[in-house]
């Protein structure tokens, strides 16, 4: 039984959270988070510390895939070249030792055993943190293959991921890249077409979405489930904010209450300053077609 629950806390590197917990007990321990722009996983967590931070006297360094690695071991540069989810590396100051953690789930798990405050997932409200708990696997269930659908079987959306992970004009790497999108590109061909993607969003999971932020919003509150931001709250925010810099933006543009819900988060005041902002106009974006009957009518636009 205990090694059973030893396995489900496993680190990447075999050194579980209990280790890594004793270890936070000592002073100046750093966090560095590998992500990629194009990551909804990523901004999840970004904001997760972001929103750690404001309660909490640490810091944390994010390191977007694409620099240069010659500064750092072959260890570390194995671990940074796995593509496919963040990753927080914590050092050990005091020891010069370092963990890596590659589990969404462990990393929240950790952020909210050691620093209490901001939680994302309330432990004084049980039935509360079983909601948002469930509600932020939802959204990292139903909307990864479709939306990796998008971003790995469209050529032009891949470009755009290319430009974000490289910082330097490498055929080597570039080579590489190429392999991983098509390696990728095959597996979830398999699974899902790009139309099938799109119609999955655009159909089934943005009204969905949609709908549990307008009921919110009719019960006054703030937030998802709330007065203060949580973990659900960041999940919907990474994937809307990744499927904005899509060349299917238009999926959550022609939905104004999604908008309005990523302005929200943008203007909170410890994102306002390090989240990148864009305009979308949203009066140019169609909603329906037009209906098929003699008399002309106005075209409908979400508000």
């Not at 799109?198 to 709330?226: C, H, M, Q, V, W």
Request: proline share 5%; glycine share 2%.
């Amino acid at each position: 039984m205990v090694s059973k629950m030893r396995n489900q806390d496993q680190a990447f590197d075999g050194v579980d959270l209990t280790t890594i917990k004793v270890r936070l007990r000592y002073p100046s321990t750093e966090f560095f988070l590998f992500m990629s722009e194009l990551c909804p996983y990523a901004i999840k967590l970004k904001l997760a510390l972001e929103w750690k931070k404001q309660a909490t006297d640490f810091d944390f360094g994010l390191v977007n895939i694409g620099p240069q690695l010659q500064d750092f071991s072959k260890e570390q540069k194995n671990q940074y070249l796995r593509l496919s989810q963040p990753q927080l590396r914590v050092v050990f100051s005091h020891s010069g030792d370092e963990n890596w953690l590659v589990s969404t789930r462990q990393i929240v798990k950790l952020l909210d055993s050691q620093f209490p405050k901001n939680p994302l997932l309330p432990e004084d409200n049980p039935k509360l943190s079983l909601e948002i708990a469930l509600f932020d696997d939802w959204i990292d269930e139903a909307f990864h293959l479709p939306y990796f659908g998008l971003l790995y079987l469209n050529e032009n959306n891949y470009k755009l991921a290319a430009k974000s992970w490289l910082a330097e004009e490498s055929i080597i790497a570039r080579t590489k890249l190429e392999l991983f999108r098509k390696n990728k590109a095959k597996q979830i061909a398999n699974l899902i077409s790009k139309e099938q993607a799109e119609a999955r969003l655009d159909n089934d999971l943005l009204p969905l979405l949609t709908d549990k932020i307008e009921y919110a919003r009719k019960k006054n509150s703030n937030f998802i489930f709330g007065d203060k931001p949580s973990l659900a709250d960041f999940s919907a925010y990474g994937f809307l904010k990744s499927l904005l810099q899509l060349k299917e933006s238009n999926l959550v543009i022609r939905r104004g209450v999604l908008l309005r819900f990523i302005e929200d988060m943008e203007n909170l005041p410890f994102l306002s300053q390090n989240i990148e902002k864009k305009q979308y106009n949203r009066q140019k974006i169609q909603i329906l077609p037009p209906a098929p009957v003699e008399a002309p009518q106005q075209q409908s636009y979400a508000h």
